[in-house]
């Protein structure tokens, strides 16, 4: 959340799970080292205790210089008793908000997280930062704005399990509408931007009203807020990820291709056999989205025998490897010339690349998108969908529990 870093990616090579925060601050691979560092702290274990219902930690921790007492794990353990943060990718975007999510993210198999879930209708931080613990002085928050506090209830009530969600939904929005009411949108509009991607079968559906036709403010556009409007899911168990807790990886295009970090990303991939797909997240959230992702035929290749690939469609992933490799090098020896992330600097340049590349693949499945509510039958244990609507999914494989009958909607966990 904001803009500290949970999880990198070199930490997360050398593991073989995905740890929680607590594990990473027992750890010391994240410190209280600064004023954020330790409100941080202090919000999270407070709503992990009181909203969440986790125990108290067994031990205490204090550093005067940040007047920091907090509970603190006594043991790896303890601090393992603690959940992983996840969010509903409900808009169906090619990367959610990276300044929030990370430059990396992760598509988490359902199957597997279902049982582990409880899902709050909005950023739980954010409710106890300005609901409890700044409950006297409840000015707008930074990114989110006015926030309702009464829109729900600071209580384990409150949440939800999938297949038990209906008390979720109106609370996952009454509690920023202000924000859209400024710009003159009524409740049952806001209700129609946040549900139509996820329950019809496009990702740009004809209304009389869409986002991009209605007023922006130039400090908080339309498209910055709706990807606010997540909801949190506390996956309350580990990842292991060896138990197919993953399905799709996402790096980012203009912040990753070609660099040290994307091949480090590709070696990940590969290593656990997971696919990897590039998304081109805006550099601000004035840059009109793209809601595609380019499979990268580098990871795809070696994992050829998982997916369900046509002779003719693995053909066309061998034709697209040399596209890609020539981009890829392009990109490194610019990367070389101007340092890690020459596309801050010119982004215009960089969504030009991306568009040269994104139409010089020519396999089916080079390009997919989050699937809508009726597409891909088998979506149990698919990752996109094509622009001829064919469905990029793993191959039948003999673990049961990866096949269970479950909701598709996609999760997203922080690997920043």
Same mark, same amino acid.
Request: aromatic content about 12%; some cysteine; charged content about 35%.
């Given at each position: 959340g904001y803009t500290v870093d949970d999880l990198n990616l070199t930490v997360a090579m050398q593991n073989d799970f995905y740890p929680n925060v607590r594990t990473l601050y027992y750890s010391n691979i994240l410190q209280v080292d600064s004023e954020l560092a330790a409100f941080r702290w202090t919000l999270e274990d407070s709503s992990e205790r009181e909203l969440l219902g986790f125990q108290n930690f067994t031990s205490r921790r204090s550093i005067t210089k940040f007047n920091f007492s907090e509970q603190w794990p006594s043991s790896l353990q303890e601090a393992y008793t603690r959940p992983i943060y996840a969010a509903s990718n409900i808009q169906r975007s090619a990367l959610p908000n990276p300044f929030f999510f990370g430059d990396v993210q992760i598509v988490l198999n359902r199957v597997q997280v279902d049982p582990m879930l409880l899902i709050a209708p909005s950023d739980t931080g954010l409710k106890a930062n300005v609901c409890r613990i700044n409950r006297d002085n409840r000015g707008p928050d930074r990114y989110f704005g006015p926030y309702d506090c009464d829109a729900w209830e600071y209580s384990p009530s409150a949440l939800g399990v999938p297949g038990n969600l209906d008390h979720v939904i109106l609370p996952n929005l009454l509690p920023t509408f202000a924000n859209f009411q400024k710009l003159n949108i009524s409740f049952g509009e806001l209700l129609a931007m946040q549900y139509r991607r996820l329950l019809h079968n496009e990702t740009s559906v004809p209304q009389e009203r869409t986002p991009e036709d209605l007023l922006e403010t130039p400090e908080v556009p339309l498209s910055f807020l709706l990807s606010l409007l997540y909801m949190e899911h506390a996956v309350v168990g580990n990842l292991l990820f060896r138990e197919k807790t993953v399905n799709l990886v996402i790096g980012s295009f203009s912040k990753l291709f070609g660099s040290s970090y994307g091949k480090m990303l590709q070696e990940w991939a590969i290593s656990n056999g997971w696919l990897l797909a590039w998304a081109l997240a805006p550099k601000n959230a004035l840059v009109k989205e793209t809601t595609w992702r380019i499979v990268d035929p580098m990871v795809a290749i070696k994992l050829i025998g998982d997916l369900n690939y046509s002779p003719s469609e693995k053909d066309s992933l061998s034709n697209d490897m040399a596209e890609f490799e020539r981009a890829w090098e392009n990109a490194e020896d610019v990367i070389g010339v101007l340092g890690e992330y020459p596309w801050d600097v010119s982004f215009s340049a960089w969504v030009s690349k991306w568009s040269d590349l994104k139409h010089s693949l020519k396999g089916d499945k080079s390009k !997919?998108?989050?699937?809508? +509510?009726?597409? =891909?039958?088998?979506?149990?244990?698919?990752?996109? !969908?094509?622009?001829?609507? +064919?469905?990029? =999914?793993?191959?039948?494989?003999?673990?049961?529990?990866?096949?269970?009958?479950?909701?598709?909607?996609?999760?997203?966990?922080?690997?920043?």
């Open positions: !997919i998108r989050a699937f809508g +509510s009726s597409q =891909c039958p088998q979506f149990k244990r698919c990752v996109g !969908i094509t622009d001829k609507e +064919s469905c990029l =999914c793993y191959a039948e494989v003999e673990d049961t529990r990866y096949f269970e009958e479950i909701r598709h909607e996609e999760m997203f966990e922080v690997n920043k």
